[in-house]
């Protein structure tokens, strides 16, 4: 296969021909075709407005450029701890076709107090964005993307949580494709805190699949998610330790959406606890995902 970007590291090459070459040994997910049909094709997105700086505590680039100034980080990192690409026949093909992607690294002890937001445009149906946030750190992140595309596609989103960090990542994002897997998956390390605040909104319909592995002792996960249109919903979660729990909370549409039951996907013993109310509650709230929401 031809490189997707102009400039790759060789570890990024072999990984793409793996996942193209080892696909049909992974598990296939319902309707797959429609997107490995059109990803055949060979169309490569566009895309503009990712976010750039580089500070003493925070580095943030787009992920074509990542690839290569951080090279050893994301060879470790790129859909091994958190996306899994031999998780299925669909993950394998994204990792072999992402084009776009946006790459942001908090070094350890760091407590930034305003958010820390991007917002790209793009037209691709295979964005993948990867978030390293280091032991201690504490942080807000808003993810705002707004995808023009009309094909199926797939958002990857990775955060991988030091030990004892604690974060909120929000995401809002904005797309006209006729069918979405967004995918929202994480790694966190002992004593670490991380907050989901997920507002998804859809055209046509979508699949939200989230996911994070509670590595260690005192390790908590929260997520709250308001869904509106044609969408499914699965949440899975991992780990171990004493302290650690994972909680959802759910606000959506029961006529138009469908969640399988929040479940420990190794079916190791973990503290898990859901809670379902009607997206119209969010009107009685006061949180960021009302102000999403509503804004609409």
């Known amino acids: ?17 793996l996942a193209v070459l080892l696909q049909s040994r992974f598990p296939t997910l319902p309707a797959q075709e429609e997107w490995g049909d059109s990803w055949q094709k060979g169309t490569t997105g566009i895309s503009r407005g990712w976010l750039s700086l580089q ?11 990542a690839v290569n100034e ?24 994204h990792l072999a076709n992402i084009d776009c992607g946006q790459f942001i690294y908090l070094r350890p002890q760091v407590i930034r107090e305003r958010p820390i937001v991007f917002s ?29 595309t009309l094909l199926p596609s797939y ?33 966190q390390a002992h004593g670490s805190t991380l907050q989901f605040e997920v507002a998804s909104q859809v055209q046509t319909k979508a699949t939200v699949d989230l996911y994070s592995f509670l590595d260690g002792q005192n390790t ?22 004493k302290g650690t729990s994972a909680t959802l909370t759910q606000y ?22 859901e809670d379902i109310h009607p997206l119209k509650e969010l009107a009685s709230s006061d949180n960021w995902l009302k102000q999403i929401m509503t804004a609409e």
């Open 1 to 17: 296969m031809a490189k997707i970007w102009k400039q790759e590291p060789a570890w990024l090459e072999k990984k793409r021909q």
């Open 55 to 65: 500070e003493d505590s925070l580095t943030a680039m787009p992920l074509e450029e």
């Open 70 to 93: 951080y090279s050893t980080l994301l060879q470790e990192n790129l859909m091994e701890k958190a996306i899994f690409w031999q998780d299925s026949q669909l993950a394998a093909m």
């Open 120 to 148: 790209p445009r793009l037209n691709s149906a295979n964005s993948h964005n990867i978030i390293v946030v280091s032991a201690g750190a504490n942080v807000v992140i808003e993810e705002r993307m707004v995808n023009d």
């Open 155 to 187: 958002e990857g989103t990775e955060i991988l949580v030091g030990a004892n960090a604690h974060v909120t990542y929000r995401q809002a994002n904005c797309s006209t494709s006729k069918n979405i897997y967004r995918t929202i998956h994480a790694y």
């Open 220 to 241: 908590q996960w929260a997520s709250v998610i308001a869904l509106d249109g044609t969408q499914h919903l699965t949440a899975m979660v991992d780990g171990f330790g």
């Open 252 to 273: 959506r549409d029961p006529e138009t959406v469908i969640g399988a039951p929040f479940k420990v996907k190794a079916g190791e013993p973990l503290t898990i606890s």
